[in-house]
Nanobody
C-alpha cells in the first residue's frame, strides 16, 4: 500500500505563486516501484482534470491550460513530489490531488492511477 499526503495549498491573489508538495510513504518495495507521478485538480460538479504527470525517466507532460506556468518536480531521495505554480489565475482554483502508479505506464486518465492523496485546496482571487 502507498500513502500520499499533499500540502502547500492556500488562498492567493491572481498572479501570485504557490508550491504544492506530496509526500509519499509506504513499504520500501512499493516506494521504489513508483513509476508515474501526477497532479490532478477538481472543482465541484466537474471531473477530475489532469494538471501534470511525470514518468520514471523524468519526462513531464502538462495540460495546455498550465503549460509554461506550472512545473512538476520530484525529490527522489525524499519521495516527495512538487508542483510549482506561477502566474496563478482564478481559473486555477480547485482541490489539487497527487497520484502515483507503480511499476509501469504513465497514464493521462485519473481512473488509471490507483493511489491518491486527500487533496489540498488552492483558491485564486
Amino acid at each position: 500500500h502507498v500513502q500520499l499526503v499533499e500540502s502547500g495549498g492556500g488562498s492567493v491573489q491572481a498572479g501570485e505563486s504557490l508550491t504544492l508538495s506530496c509526500a509519499v510513504s509506504g513499504s520500501t518495495a512499493n516506494i521504489h516501484s513508483v513509476y508515474c507521478w501526477g497532479w490532478y485538480r477538481q472543482v465541484p460538479g466537474k471531473e477530475r482534470e489532469r494538471v501534470a504527470t511525470m514518468d520514471g525517466y523524468g519526462g513531464a507532460l502538462y495540460a495546455e491550460s498550465v503549460k509554461g506556468r506550472f512545473t512538476i518536480t520530484k525529490d527522489k531521495d525524499k519521495n516527495t513530489l512538487h508542483l510549482q505554480m506561477n502566474s496563478l489565475k482564478p481559473g486555477d482554483t480547485a482541490m489539487y490531488y497527487c497520484a502515483v502508479r507503480l511499476n509501469s505506464g504513465c497514464p493521462l486518465l485519473a481512473k488509471d492511477f490507483p493511489y491518491w492523496g486527500q487533496g489540498t485546496q488552492v483558491t485564486v482571487s
